[in-house]
């Protein structure tokens, strides 16, 4: 399947964000064949263009997360690993719409999407935003991927079915793993390097996987030219991660100092995720988060603040992030307000655009107005960098969502 182009269109009459300077510029884009053209003023365009007049609207690129699970239909992740994937796929769709309609035109999925629903958004046969996927993420036994809890014994690991990790035990074994899911396309390799809040049998405070083992998985990413992300929460766990050469630590809570100078020296990303724990103390467990995984969040929730104001301060890349399970993906956008405690609006601006578009390997592609990027933006009624708060109410404050030169969510009318 392959979708038919767009044909042209120009944006009039509103206010361009230059996200590396933090400058508007007054005028026009016009977007082509998918890609932004051309900016300035008196543009001129194709006859079938499709004109819109934004009435001094603020155009932003188009957002980036870059930590989501859009096959995290339930907050009870262990339940997938036995629901037919093709019902996953159907809720997938829903909650990749959904995401769109939020201003994310690309996100970057964290574990359990693959190539079927990458190609599935990229042909057009699905609403979404782009996707950046890892495949399964790569656990030890008892690890954060092992949704066994502690009385049962065997493991349905059904290739097809729509759980989000796979056990591998090893250097061996976890280089195979890293083979296997970098054969089916992955973008990264995710790996779960310490504990976590919707894990049935480990501790937050854990560390998971040896130093050989961490080392294996980063050579084979590199080899294939591609990197590792690591789930991890505190410093023990982040350092070592940090040490075996991985690039980008999901969550991070409870990160320290030592932590901050190897994420800038390395030049690695760190990828909080305020917002998942803010809405699962809310509703985690209405939405089937068990209720030993629901006491595990206040562990994090606090600190994670914390960690943000001590990455920002040190100069650390941080990319924006929300790992939002089932019902609770509407809160994608929350993210910004609770940040906003503590980062200011062009520094979370460019967390969700240019700095999560280089943590992606998509410089220039995504993540600017530049001309020859992709032709994604979000249309704001109000000034994000006099409120940044404005993009976390999509539903009020963003009439246009444009991707790939076509407008896919239009609340102007
Ligand atoms: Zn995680
Ligand atoms: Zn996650």
């Not at 954060?144 to 989000?164: F, I, T, V």
């Not at 998971?208 to 080899?223: H, I, K």
């Not at 988060?289 to 943000?308: M, T, Y």
């Amino acid at each position: 399947m392959t979708t038919t182009p767009a044909p042209a269109l120009l944006l009039r009459n509103a206010r361009f964000l230059d996200v590396e300077s933090g400058r508007y510029t007054e005028g026009e884009l016009l977007a082509a064949d998918g890609r932004i053209a051309e900016t300035g003023t008196r543009l001129t365009a194709p006859a079938d263009t499709e004109v819109r007049d934004l009435r001094g609207g603020f155009v932003l690129p188009g957002l980036v997360d870059a930590h989501v699970h859009v096959t995290a239909i339930t907050a009870h992740l262990a339940s997938l690993a036995t629901t037919s994937p093709l019902y996953v796929g159907a809720y997938a769709a829903q909650i990749m719409g959904g995401m769109l309609d939020r201003g994310f035109t690309t996100v970057r999925d964290m574990a359990g999407a693959d190539y079927g629903l990458a190609a599935a958004q990229a042909e057009g046969a699905i609403r979404g935003p782009r996707l950046a996927f890892g495949g399964r993420a790569l656990s030890q036994t008892g690890g954060h991927g092992d949704n066994r809890g502690p009385g049962a014994h065997l493991r349905d690991d059904h290739p097809c079915c729509g759980e989000h990790s796979r056990i591998a035990d090893g250097v061996d074994a976890v280089r195979a793993a890293a083979r296997d899911e970098l054969r089916k396309g992955s973008h990264h390799v995710k790996v779960m390097a310490s504990g976590g809040v919707a894990s049935p049998t480990d501790r937050i405070d854990s560390t998971q996987y040896s130093m050989d083992e961490l080392r294996a998985v980063v050579e084979e990413a590199t080899a294939f030219n591609r990197y590792v992300a690591a789930h991890a929460y505190h410093a023990r766990a982040v350092n070592r991660a940090l040490e075996a050469g991985i690039r980008s630590v999901e969550h991070g809570n409870l990160i320290d100092d030592d932590s901050v100078r190897q994420l800038v020296e390395r030049q690695a990303f760190l990828v909080p995720t305020l917002v998942t724990y803010w809405a699962l103390q809310k509703e985690g467990r209405e939405f089937g988060l068990p209720e030993n995984s629901w006491r595990k969040v206040d562990e994090v929730l606090h600190a994670g603040l914390g960690a943000l104001e001590r990455a920002e301060r040190g100069g650390v890349r941080i990319a924006y992030g929300t790992d939002l399970l089932g019902g609770m993906h509407r809160h994608q956008n929350e993210e910004f307000r609770i940040r906003a405690e503590v980062q200011r609006p062009l520094a979370l601006i460019r967390s969700a655009t240019s700095i999560a578009a280089r943590l992606l390997g998509q410089e220039g592609e995504i993540g600017t107005l530049a001309p020859g990027a992709r032709a994604d933006l979000v249309v704001l009624d109000a000034d994000p960098l006099s409120d940044v708060t404005v993009l976390a109410d999509p539903d009020r404050h963003m009439p246009l969502v444009v991707q790939d030169g076509r407008v896919v969510t239009d609340r102007s009318r």
